[in-house]
């Protein structure tokens, strides 16, 4: 008998929400790696490095102590009074203990955050290019995405006469991500001093910062994040951090933030309607990354540093590419308007990033993400979270490729 049901339909609030380019770009790459090419993927947003013997140990040694139940809704106990006192010493901000909220991952942080605050037609400004992530959170959370392009003259970064103008009565929140995915640009006090003069007039809306780089910066510059830089936005800043870029703990799935007593029981309330609490071995291991021995990152982010030098070195000396020097992350944006209208070697035209991009892959081997999927064309994102080994045997790789255009 001849099923008769009706085709599946998505909830209308997903449907113009694809896939991650870079998942989408990973897969490809994976592809060609099962047919036995040797291609080197630049596109990862996770470093290369293992989580530290000291973390792993305390997630063992939590399964072994048997603490392995539920835990309270949004953190436990003492892993909240780790964070705080992280926000005390590294950041100079007090939060209580129910100001501060545990997720899986800072990517639920930033869900439960618009889930819980947005009604249809709230505005969120996200500068670009920027995390794709945040605007599709947005939209599912029933909120509208301002993008603002933010030019590499400007350092990719947003200037307080484009924040005053993308405001509205609508505009709910902005999202600030220092330093930045996937541009590795990061705000200075300087350079937030203007923009929070602006939301200090326009006391409607509301600031998150994504801090999630923040020990991953380069020699002098010195982080910093909003709500210790202007106590008066305390009460309508949301201070989103997490354990996966610094200690090298992507998988373990643990995201943390600081902020209004009110927003974070708003949080905890659609927390509780999805995951409930956070992996309680995660906790435990977060808990040992934020309250062990912090040498570790320091010498990883030189080693970081490294990579960058030579990364950015290799791209400028490229003909038809240049590339900023970032201040922070793992990742440079490089531009390569200097390779669009040319021709490849099979004929076909590189009219836009993502051409150029997929004749990287598919001509050398390499692996890399187009800033269109950031929303700032024609730029690429490259992940230099890999040994040095397969930077330089990329970079080379580019190099050639770039050569081979007409």
Same mark, same amino acid.
């Given at each position: 008998?001849?099923?008769?049901?009706?085709?599946?339909?998505?909830?209308?609030?997903?449907?113009?929400?694809?896939?991650?380019?870079?998942?989408?770009?990973? /897969?490809?790459?994976?592809?060609?790696?099962?047919? /036995? &090419?040797?291609?080197?993927?630049?596109?990862?947003?996770?470093?290369?490095?293992?989580?530290?013997?000291?973390?792993?140990?305390?997630?063992?040694?939590?399964?072994?102590?048997? $603490?392995?139940?539920?835990?309270?809704?949004?953190?436990?106990?003492?892993?909240?009074?780790?964070? &705080?006192?992280?926000? &005390?010493?590294?950041?100079?901000?007090?939060?209580?203990?129910?100001?501060?909220?545990?997720?899986?991952?800072?990517?639920?942080?930033?869900?439960?955050?618009?889930?819980?605050?947005?009604?249809?037609?709230? $505005?969120?400004?996200?500068?670009?290019?920027?995390?794709?992530?945040?605007?599709?959170?947005?939209?599912? +959370?029933?909120?509208?995405?301002?993008?603002?392009? #933010?030019? $590499?003259?400007?350092?990719?970064?947003?200037?307080?006469?484009?924040?005053?103008?993308?405001?509205?009565?609508?505009?709910?929140?902005?999202?600030?991500?220092?330093?930045?995915?996937?541009?590795? +640009?990061?705000?200075?006090?300087?350079?937030?001093?203007?923009?929070?003069?602006?939301?200090?007039?326009? @006391?409607?809306?509301?600031?998150?910062?994504?801090?999630?780089?923040?020990?991953?910066?380069?020699?002098?510059?010195?982080?910093?994040?909003?709500?210790?830089?202007?106590?008066?936005?305390?009460? @309508?800043?949301?201070?989103?951090?997490?354990?996966?870029?610094?200690?090298?703990?992507?998988?373990? @799935?643990?995201?943390?933030?600081?902020?209004?007593?009110?927003?974070?029981?708003?949080?905890?309330?659609?927390?509780?309607?999805? =995951?409930?609490?956070?992996?309680?071995?995660?906790?435990?291991?977060?808990?040992?990354?934020?309250?062990?021995?912090?040498?570790?990152?320091?010498?990883? #982010?030189?080693?970081?540093?490294?990579? @960058?030098?030579?990364?950015?070195?290799?791209?400028?000396?490229?003909?038809?590419?240049?590339?900023?020097?970032? $201040?922070?992350?793992?990742?440079?944006?490089?531009? #390569?308007?200097?390779?669009?209208?040319? =021709?490849?070697?099979?004929?076909?035209?590189?009219?836009?990033?993502?051409?150029?991009?997929?004749?990287?892959?598919?001509?050398?081997?390499?692996?890399?993400?187009?800033?269109?999927?950031?929303?700032?064309?024609?730029?690429?994102?490259?992940?230099?979270?890999?040994?040095?080994?397969?930077?330089? &045997?990329?970079?080379?790789?580019?190099?050639?490729? #770039? +050569?081979?255009?007409?």
């Amino acid at each position: 008998m001849q099923d008769t049901a009706a085709p599946f339909h998505p909830a209308t609030r997903i449907s113009s929400i694809g896939v991650s380019t870079i998942l989408q770009i990973t /897969g490809m790459a994976n592809a060609l790696k099962r047919q /036995g &090419r040797d291609v080197i993927v630049l596109g990862a947003g996770e470093p290369d490095f293992d989580t530290p013997d000291h973390i792993k140990e305390a997630a063992i040694a939590a399964i072994r102590a048997g $603490e392995t139940k539920y835990t309270a809704l949004d953190g436990t106990p003492q892993l909240k009074q780790a964070i &705080r006192d992280k926000f &005390r010493t590294d950041n100079g901000l007090d939060f209580a203990l129910d100001e501060i909220t545990v997720s899986t991952g800072a990517k639920q942080v930033l869900y439960n955050a618009m889930m819980a605050t947005l009604n249809p037609g709230d $505005e969120v400004i996200i500068p670009t290019p920027y995390w794709v992530s945040y605007s599709d959170i947005v939209e599912i +959370a029933g909120g509208t995405p301002v993008l603002i392009p #933010c030019a $590499e003259a400007d350092g990719f970064r947003l200037t307080a006469a484009a924040l005053e103008a993308a405001i509205t009565p609508k505009t709910r929140w902005v999202m600030l991500n220092s330093p930045s995915n996937p541009s590795g +640009a990061a705000y200075s006090a300087a350079d937030y001093r203007p923009l929070l003069d602006v939301l200090l007039r326009h @006391r409607h809306v509301w600031l998150m910062v994504d801090d999630m780089y923040e020990k991953i910066v380069y020699g002098d510059f010195a982080f910093v994040t909003p709500a210790a830089l202007e106590p008066t936005l305390r009460d @309508r800043v949301l201070t989103v951090n997490g354990v996966s870029k610094a200690y090298a703990m992507t998988g373990w @799935r643990i995201g943390y933030a600081g902020g209004p007593r009110a927003l974070i029981q708003a949080m905890a309330v659609v927390q509780s309607q999805s =995951t409930s609490c956070p992996s309680s071995v995660s906790q435990a291991a977060a808990l040992a990354a934020l309250t062990g021995p912090q040498g570790i990152v320091a010498e990883r #982010c030189a080693d970081f540093q490294t990579r @960058r030098d030579y990364v950015v070195g290799a791209l400028n000396a490229i003909p038809g590419l240049s590339c900023r020097m970032p $201040e922070g992350a793992f990742y440079t944006f490089a531009s #390569c308007a200097g390779a669009i209208g040319k =021709t490849a070697p099979d004929g076909s035209v590189i009219a836009t990033d993502a051409d150029f991009a997929r004749y990287l892959l598919t001509a050398r081997d390499v692996a890399v993400v187009p800033g269109s999927a950031f929303g700032l064309a024609p730029y690429f994102r490259i992940s230099y979270a890999t040994s040095m080994a397969e930077l330089q &045997r990329a970079c080379t790789r580019i190099a050639e490729a #770039c +050569a081979a255009l007409r």
